[in-house]
């Protein structure tokens, strides 16, 4: 066994850091200052679920697949999102739905059998993380994953998923699509609404799976509740975020906006650390993720750096 170093798997944190369409700007103020009182003392108005942070089962749902009410951040075992890890390099396309298959065959490349994930914590590395920006295309136009994918992860018994995407789910399972009471629908770099754009692009098959109405309609009702019934079965909208509930509703937690270095970890095993605050009655929390590895196992690639320039990658920052 060699060294053991970290590497910090965390997006920085800011004002201008990127957020989802709909949340509000972090504010971030000064209550003393060093030249006025001699200490520097900050304080900070911001969404949990702003950069890089953990979701809990209740930020999607009122009760779990167990029947008991849905537990807050306080209520998960403090190694929840904790553990030894690995990250599986998913090669997808650009506003591709991550299914099985995909899964499998990332950890196919990374030598490890699904069946070994058991307890484990599992990283994703779409490159998602590398387009962290306030932009449409790491929010719209993401990558993502879905009911198959979240039924997967439980059929597997993982203990947690951290993405480096905007969700734990594909962008059009989420309220930017016509999910949830939101159904923002929001206009792509087309001018047309992202659910027009992806079904002109990948066909209205391709695009029913995100949405309840149009699946029912081209494959009917007792192929929707095969696919989505055991959603519906304990209240919950079966399109709206399937895998943040497939997931969280059988005790998986989940990190969204894992970034940082992910790439010199990518297709590694090592031990993730992750701690939420320990907030009573909480939905979720900011957090911060760091990879123990030996030194000799990191990818050679260069550090991540970010230019932020009020948003993410920034490469306006050059001009």
């Known amino acids: 066994m060699g060294k053991k170093v970290f590497v910090d798997l965390t997006h920085p944190f800011s004002a201008e850091i990127p957020r989802w369409p709909y949340f509000v700007k972090p504010v971030i103020d000064s209550m003393h200052t060093m030249a006025k009182g001699g200490v520097l ?19 999607v749902m009122e009760r779990e697949f167990d029947g008991k009410r849905a537990r ?5 075992p403090v190694d929840a999102y904790t553990g030894d890890a690995i990250c599986l390099e998913i090669n997808i396309h650009r506003w591709g739905l991550i ?13 490890i059998e699904p069946e070994a ?4 914590v599992v990283c994703l590395n779409t490159g998602m993380h590398r387009k962290f920006d306030d932009s449409k295309e790491y929010y719209h136009y993401s990558c993502g994953t879905g009911v198959e994918a979240g039924k997967w992860f439980v059929k597997h018994h993982v203990k947690c998923v951290a ?21 923002m629908n929001l206009i792509g770099n087309s001018g047309k609404p992202i659910t027009v754009e992806y079904a002109e692009q990948f066909g209205e098959a391709a695009y029913a799976e995100f949405e309840k109405d149009a699946y029912i309609n081209l494959h009917g009702q007792a192929a929707y509740d095969a696919k989505f019934g055991d959603l519906e079965e304990i209240g ?11 997931m969280l509703g059988h005790g998986i937690v989940g990190v969204e906006n894992l970034g940082g270095d992910l790439d010199k970890v990518s297709g590694k095993r090592f031990r993730f650390y992750c701690f939420p605050i320990r907030w009573y009655m909480g939905d979720g929390s900011m957090v911060r993720c760091v990879a123990e590895i030996d030194e000799a196992d990191i990818n050679d ?18 001009r």
């Open 99 to 111: 299914m099985p298959e995909h899964l499998e065959d990332a950890c196919q490349r990374a030598n």
């Open 117 to 120: 994930l058991k307890g484990m």
């Open 236 to 246: 919950c909208e079966g399109t709206w975020e399937p895998c943040h509930k497939e």
């Open 301 to 318: 690639v260069p550090e991540r750096t970010y230019t932020y320039c009020g948003t993410g990658y920034g490469p306006a920052c050059e």
């Open 41 to 59: 003392t900050q304080r900070i108005d911001c969404v949990q679920h702003t950069g890089t942070h953990a979701d809990a089962p209740r930020h």
């Open 163 to 183: 993405m480096d995407m905007q969700a734990l789910d594909h962008p059009l399972h989420t309220a930017m699509g016509l999910n949830g009471p939101p159904k």
């Open 72 to 76: 807050y951040t306080h209520e998960m």
